[in-house]
């Protein structure tokens, strides 16, 4: 499901509504990346897929890749749980060289997927997926919505699900520079009707109106595939 699908829905659960609790806005910001990720409110742990934008394997919750080494974190977590089987011990090596090179390529992964299914049905592979994703994606973005005093709770989940797609980083496709670059087109009061006010540059802008040209930014960056 694309963003904008997931985000129609997203906005129509909680947009009138200011979010009372940190947990409670941590809960729907994940629904709404989950259901973006994979079509469910819930969290899939078992799904793996090859995927097509040349991230090689595309597996877990958030889509964990085998490219980007997030994947393999998660495995590394796994495997020091009680009872781990060894089920990923044989594609450790090619995992860790295709995250150094953040190379898409799947040769040497025969069966990767059929691996990550059969860890699924352990109670420790969840909990490895969710603490990995805490610690690069949801963690960094909550910090980030601090700085930023968003409030609502679909605006946390686009800065989560933008840690993921595009990495929690500073530079100019991660999610600090596109707030950065976000932040740059406000130079002047922009009124609306969200009910929630951020100050930007010294301005006030309507959160909501902030949340929209971040979206610009983003697809400007991450093309028409990022819709």
Sequence with gaps: MKLAAALT???AAVVSAKVSTEACSMLISKQIVNLYQSGFLGSYTGQCEKDDSGSGYASGYISFTTANGDALEVIKMF??????????????????KYAESGSGSTEGLDGYCDAWLEASSDLNFYPAQIAVANALYMNPS???????????????AVLYDTAIVNG???????????IQATNAQFTKKATGDSGRTLSINGVKV???????????????KNGAGDK
């Design 9 to 11: 829905i997203g906005l």
């Design 79 to 96: 495997s020091q749980s009680a009872n781990y089987t060894g089920v990923f011990d044989k594609y450790i090596d090619t995992l860790q």
């Design 168 to 178: 929690a980083g500073d530079d100019s496709d991660g999610l600090g520079g596109l």
């Design 142 to 156: 909550i910090q980030y919505a601090g700085k930023l005093k968003v409030e609502y709770a679909v605006s946390r």
């Design 206 to 220: 309507d959160e909501m109106i902030w949340l929209s040209k971040f979206l610009d930014v983003r697809l400007s």
